[in-house]
Each structure stands twice: as structure tokens, then as C-alpha cells.
């Protein structure tokens, strides 16, 4: 018989647990709260073991940081190995081979055909606010377009370009100027692909003309907005507006990228070509690494010394990216996602006929969610049920996350080195959580 992955010794959290999370309180900024009051001590796998011997499974993956699972031994190595050689020179004052490794097999990876560039940063959202700079530099336009329910990141215009209010926006006005978000199109709530594009293209009329747009920045698959994946006619209709217009497409892949939806990057899944990708997360297994890659013509165009920084492209987290790079490979990890989400799928569908709270069931791959309503007639969202799924499934030794503008989703983000027997457990878990929550 197999043995069970999750071990509870102590009530979540445990009493260092509690400990710890005390003298937090009085060390730490109020406002970084923690969804899951438990301590890590180690964590292999998708295995997190806290500080009072408590073994967890993790379907959060640190927000979809560990596509290659934690602490793999691979990526650990070459973290040790690099960091034994040297930490830190600055690319820009003296260069490192490492780095170039990187941007070679991420251009050749790359969603789209022809030559390519690639340089490196630290968050996602330094790698989104590059994309721009690198866009308006290319085209010597001001404006950029992004869309509702979308996140790109917290620093001043990746937050302007970020999609929801509460908590993000609050009192950090003004934002970046030259920002306008338009309806992303979605088969559950809408609008539909038709309406998405009108609204756009009326937008191209009403509030910027299209030779003052620099690019159309967007995630395939929403991450932060509830998983929600793009239709395919939207994505193919805003290819061929930027054609029509020379607007730079930028594909934000920093949740939806390295192999989660069962190709490397979820824009495969469309028949289209990006301009530039963002990348960052599974990169480099949560080390602080992101980039952006791009056709060579727009990544060529800035000037001297207009993108860099101190710290991007460390090479130590270069060093994790590429052993990252070759555990996808190795462990033929698309592949598994593919295989792992017809299971996850199955089983939530399971569960949408089972709870009528389940108003849908969506992704692509093993990037996937469920959507949590009062009613699946008036589709009112329902985080309070969201909330309590998450408690319940922790307290039975699963961690899951939250997702979506309303926080009414629950969205799957496991390593994908993830075992059957493991995943089963988990979607056990999950199962009884879902029961304990919405009895009734």
C-alpha cells in the first residue's frame, strides 16, 4: 500500500507555527499578510514539511514558481555550483557566459519564428515594464493597451496595467499615464470574442489612435483574474489589429509559461505569433529571475544603455534557469502537464456535477480552476466559499490559493514533477474539503 504523502502531527498551524507567526507580527510590515499561518522548515517535491513536523502537499507551487517542483536536486546543484564560482559581477561591466546560455535556449524555445533576443531582469513585473520601454522604443509611440481582470505586477505602471482595484490600486494614485484597459473576452461571464474586439477596435476611435499605441500587453491565460483562458478568436482578432496598425504584441507568460497548460508557452495554443514574450516564475524554480524575449528587430531598436539593471541576470539564478530548462526537457514536463490536467479536469467536472456551487470549470493543461457561486443562474460570485475551501483543505494537510477578480476561484498551480499517487491524494483532499465547505 502507498503511503500517504501528507503527515499531520499538530492542529495547522502548529504551536511554532504560532510561535513564529507572533513574532511576525511585531517584525514584519502589517501589510505582507500570509494566506497559510504554518512555517516551512524543508520542502522537496510537492511535499512542504513546517516547523512542527507537519508534511503538506502544495498545488500553490509558491504562486506558480515551481514548475520543476521545490528544492530540485538539479537546480540545487547548479545554484551550489555557481554560487562556489561567483555571485555577481553586473552583465553590463563584466559578462558571464551563463547568461547567454539562458537567452540562446529561451530563442529557441520562443513562440514565434525568425530571429531573437532575450535579456533578463528580476520580477515579472521589471519584465513587463522593460516590454513596454522596449516597445515604445521600437515604435516611438506613448500608449499601451492592456485588459480587465489582467495582472502584470505592483511597480507603477505594471500596476496601472493591472486590473483590479482592491487590494492593488488602493490610494497609490495617480498612475502611469497613456494606460487604457479594454474587456477581455471569456466564455463564462463574458463578453464574447465578437464584443471584446469591438469595444477595442471603438476604443481605437474614441480614446487613442492607433499610431499612438505602442503595444497590446496580455496573458493568454489570466492568472491572478481566475484562470480565465483567452478565446481563440479574440487572441487571433488582436494579432491582426496589431498587424493593421504596427502595434507590438506582448504576451505575458509569467504564470502561464514553461510547460503548465502542456506547451512551453500558453500563446502556442492559439496559431498566433507574439512580438515579445514576459517571462519569469518557473524560470528559474522562484529564484528572482524574469526576461523578456522578443523578435530581434523590436528588441534591437532601443538605444544603448536603455534597459538593464544592477542586479538582472544574476548568475545564479541564470545558473537555476538553465538547470530549469533542462528538467523540462529531461523530465519531459509539457508532456505531464497534458496528462495531469485531463486528471485534474475529470475530477473538477466531477465535482461540478456533484456541488451546484461550481459554476465553472476552466483552463487549459494543468492550469486550472473552478469558480465558486451562490447561484450558477445568476452566476453571483461567492469568495466566502472560496475561503472556506481553502481553510478546510488546509487543515487537511493541502495547500491551495485563491484566484480571480471577485476571490472566488480556487486554481491549481502543482509542480508538474507531481506523482499520480501524490495528485490523487491531493484531489481526495480536495474533494472532502469541497464537501466540508459546501454542504449544504
Known sequence: MTSSAIQLVSKIPGPRSREIMARKESAVAAPMTVQAPLVVDSALGVVVTDVDGNRLLDLTGGIGCLAVGHAHPHVVEAVREQAGRFLHTDFAVVPYEIYTTVAERLVAAAPFGGPGRAVFFNSGAEAVENAVKIARLATKRPAVIAFEGGFHGRTLLALTMTSKANPYKIGLGPLAPAVYHLPYAQDYRGPSSAEALAALERALVTQVAPAEVAAIVIEPIQGEGGFVPAPKEFLQGLREICDKHGIVFVADEVQSGFGRTGAMFAIEHYGIEPDLVVV?????????????????????????????????????????????????????????????????????????????????VRGIGSMLAIELVKSRETKEPAPELATRVIEESLQRGLLLLKAGLYGNCVRVLTPLVITDEELEEALDVWEEALGAALAG
Not at 306 to 313: K, L, M, P, Q, V
Open 280 to 360: 519569469a516564475k518557473s524560470l528559474a524554480s522562484g529564484l528572482p529571475l524574469s526576461g523578456v524575449l522578443g523578435k530581434a528587430e523590436i528588441m534591437d531598436a532601443p538605444h544603448e544603455g536603455a534597459i538593464g539593471g544592477t542586479y538582472s541576470g544574476n548568475p545564479v539564478c541564470l545558473a537555476a534557469a538553465n538547470a530549469v530548462l533542462d528538467v523540462i526537457e529531461g523530465e519531459n514536463l509539457v508532456e505531464r502537464a497534458k496528462v495531469l490536467g485531463e486528471i485534474l479536469l475529470a475530477r473538477m467536472q466531477a465535482w461540478q456535477d456533484r456541488f451546484e456551487q461550481i459554476g465553472d
